[in-house]
């Protein structure tokens, strides 16, 4: 089955940078088919949709969600099976375990922390 490994996680400062990354595995299609999902789960909160990578065909290239426009930006690289997520202007309320997703896999997930 497809296999989803998120990276880039720690520590940062109010006002901080993080970049994270998903490398997909054991595909059954080309990269570029799948659309690729930021989610996260804050402590106590429910999880979140965080940003979007879309498949090649799809019809918009990327989304963001309101908490995350404009600071958050995600691209990728499908001849290395990547898709990054790039966070600026960090704050404590964007603390919590990143994940990606591809339709119905997951990753792992990565721990963000903002301290204020």
């Known amino acids: 089955q497809v296999q989803l490994a998120e990276s880039g996680g720690g520590l940062v400062q109010f006002g901080g940078s993080l970049n994270l990354s998903c490398e997909a595995s054991?595909?059954?299609?080309?990269?570029?088919?799948?659309?690729i999902n930021w989610y996260r789960r804050a402590p106590g909160k429910e999880r979140e949709w965080v940003a979007l990578?879309?498949?090649?065909?799809?019809?918009?290239?990327?989304g963001y969600s309101d908490a995350v426009k404009g600071r958050f930006f995600v691209s990728r690289d499908n001849a290395k099976n990547m898709v990054y997520l790039q966070m600026n202007n960090l704050t404590p309320d964007d603390t919590a375990v990143y994940y990606c997703n591809a339709g119905t896999f997951w990753g792992q997930g990565t721990q963000v922390t903002v301290s204020s």
């Open positions: 054991n595909l059954y299609f080309e990269f570029g088919d799948y659309a």
């Open positions: 990578s879309n498949a090649d065909a799809g019809a918009r290239r990327t």
